[in-house]
C-alpha cells in the first residue's frame, strides 16, 4: 500500500473572487518581519471568505429556483402525478446532479477559504505574542532589542511591504505566484 503523501496546496477563494492555489507554506512563521503581514493575509482571505459564502448563497439558491420549476413542469406535464413522485424524478435528472455537485464544491471553497483566514487569525496572534515577550528573550531569539536593530527590521519590514504590494497588484492583474517557489502557478 502506497504511503499517502501530505498535500502542499489547497484551493481557496481568492479577496477578487477568484479560485486560486495556495501553498500551505504560507502559513509558517518564518521571521520576525512577517508581523505586518499577517493582518493584510487576514484581510484578504476574509475578503475571500465573503466571496466563498456568496458564491455558496447563488449555488444553492439555483438549485432551489431550478429544482422548483422542473418539479412544477413535471407536475403540469402530469396532472395526477403525486408531487413527492415528481420531486424524485427531478432529483433522478442529471442536472440535479450537477447542481448538487456545484454546491458541494462550493461548500469545500467555504471551508477551505474559512481555514486560511483562520490560520492567518492564528499566525498573527503567534507573532504578537513572540513581540510581546521580554527583550532579554527577543535578543536570545536574535530578534530587535535597540534602535539600530529595530532599524534592520524596519527595512526588513518595508521590504516585505513593497514585495506584498507587488504580489497584489500581480493578482489583481490575473497573475498568481507560488508563494514558495515565486513562479508563476499557472
Known sequence: M????????????????????????????????????????MVRWGGGLGHALKNLE?????????????????LEDNPKLAEWRAKMAVDALPEFTMMTERVGYAKQLVAATQAAYEASRMKAGTLKAMTEREPGDRAAAGEATTIEDESEADKRVDKMHAMFEKRSSDSSNGKHEDDETGEDAD
Do not use: C, Q, Y
Open 58 to 74: 447563488l449555488e444553492m439558491a439555483a438549485l432551489k429556483k431550478w429544482r422548483a420549476e422542473a418539479t412544477a413542469k413535471a
Open 2 to 41: 502506497a504511503a499517502h503523501k501530505a498535500p502542499t496546496t489547497s484551493s481557496v477563494m481568492d479577496a477578487d473572487g477568484s479560485i486560486i492555489e495556495v501553498a500551505l507554506s504560507t502559513f509558517n512563521i518564518n521571521t520576525v518581519a512577517e508581523r505586518t503581514a499577517a493582518s493584510a493575509h
